[in-house]
């Protein structure tokens, strides 16, 4: 099992750019895929950006690509989501998860979240 925390998340102006950053406890941080989801107020939780256990394969919601930059530290136990171009529509709590299988929308399977940070974005 393994324990997700996220944290960077905050107030910006459209435009302006945050790193997320998601620390993972427990066994065998590498042998796991890792995204962010984020969920907007009434909305449903949608997949931003996936990468996989090596860091060679990553995959992006259509409405964050070429904006968001997905990466990780196997070393570090670290995922983190690089965010720049920021709009007001991607104000969301966003989570990091876990999980073994990587797709092009999201993780399937058995799937292990953070508690989530807050970006808001403002106009």
């Known amino acids: 099992q393994v324990q997700l925390v996220e944290s960077g998340g905050g107030l910006v102006q459209a435009g302006g750019s945050l790193r997320l950053s998601c620390a993972a406890s427990g066994r065998s941080f590498s042998s796991y895929a890792m995204a962010w989801f984020r969920q907007a107020p009434g909305k449903e939780r949608e997949f931003v950006a996936g990468?996989?256990?090596?860091?060679?394969?990553?995959y992006y919601a259509d409405s964050v690509k070429g904006r968001f930059t997905i990466s990780r530290d196997n070393g570090k136990n670290m995922v983190y989501l690089q965010m720049t171009t920021l709009r007001s529509e991607d104000t969301a709590v966003y989570s990091c998860?876990?999980?073994?299988?990587?797709?092009?929308?999201?993780?399937?399977?058995?799937?292990?979240w953070g508690q989530g940070t807050q970006v808001t974005v403002s106009s």
């Open positions: 998860a876990a999980g073994f299988v990587l797709g092009v929308r999201g993780i399937y399977g058995d799937t292990y």
């Open positions: 990468i996989g256990q090596r860091g060679d394969s990553t």
